[in-house]
């Protein structure tokens, strides 16, 4: 890590209470599309200072949301416990949680499916979050500012939005209350402590339909094709962090593999009958 950069995080934890002017060690953490994530370990412990870029508004993020959800879900049982927030650092400190993080085979493993179903219980079943998640309503905002700016999007991606709608519609029929979800559970937002599961990353928490947060966590990791509202959403997400993040990831690739899954769906034969199976009971 840059000396600079190392001085820089510094002096941001010295005006971190408890964290100012301990012996520490920094090294950073792999990951964080939108954050640079760093474990710092000190005679007390180890914790996880999260330093966000820039382009949040872009993204529908809201830091203040992210603060008191991940409060939350630490309460619930399920999220790391939050040190300190700090937004005129852009920091967010939380304990450190000592274990394996997952990859897509992890979660697809049959092994783990209860463990991951147990976890997003007690999330679920925990306190309310602030702010609401709704992925259509976040697929139009990330609309509107790919249009506003002339972000570049995949070829075709206007096109669907009548199928797209008509899933808004279908998922409509059946909606029962919302609860609290991460709304952004990866592989590597999983962590495993050898004992239970730990979900992390609340930068997208927000109250949603409990079914969102499950068909994502399928989508992401390749365990089912239908969630497709999910990818399509997220194709724009990806297009935004192409054209404006500083880190360096290939944004572009990561927005079209969602991009073609959802085209995949929204134009099969079987698009259909999904429309009629959300809307009726099993």
């Not at 602030?130 to 995949?154: N, S």
């Not at 997400?237 to 290939?250: L, N, R, V, Y």
Request: proline letters at 5%; glycine letters at 10%.
């Amino acid at each position: 890590m840059a000396t600079e950069l190392t001085d820089d995080l510094a002096a941001r934890l010295d005006r971190v209470p408890g964290l100012a002017g301990v012996p520490r060690t920094i090294s950073e953490l792999p990951g964080g599309l939108t954050n640079h994530n760093y474990k710092v370990t000190t005679p007390d412990g180890a914790y996880v200072a999260r330093v966000w870029s820039g382009g949040g508004d872009f993204l529908a993020i809201n830091r203040d949301y992210e603060h008191h959800n991940s409060v939350a879900a630490a309460q619930a049982g399920v999220g790391a416990p939050v040190v300190a927030y700090r937004p005129e650092d852009n920091l967010l400190v939380l304990e450190f949680i000592d274990g394996r993080t997952f990859s897509e085979a992890d979660v697809q493993n049959p092994a783990n499916i209860p463990r991951i179903a147990q976890a997003c219980r007690r999330l679920h079943g925990g306190p309310r979050f602030l702010g609401d998640f709704d992925m259509f309503v976040i697929q139009g905002r990330y609309a509107a500012v790919t249009a506003e700016l002339g972000f570049k999007v995949p070829a075709g991606y206007d096109a669907l939005m009548p199928q797209v709608e008509s899933a808004r519609r279908a998922l409509a029929v059946r909606a029962g209350p919302t609860v609290p979800c991460n709304n952004d559970l990866l592989a590597a937002n999983f962590i495993d402590d050898g004992e239970r599961l730990w979900l992390i990353d609340y930068e997208y928490s927000g109250n949603n339909d409990p079914c969102f947060e499950l068909g994502n966590i399928w989508g992401e990791s390749g365990l089912s094709g239908d969630a497709l509202a999910g990818k399509y959403g997220w194709t724009l997400w990806g297009a935004i962090q192409a054209a404006t993040s500083p880190i360096e990831f290939d944004f572009w690739s990561w927005a079209m593999a969602r991009y073609e899954g959802a085209a995949a769906g929204l134009t099969s034969r079987d698009f259909g009958r999904l429309l009629d199976d959300v809307q009726h009971d099993d």
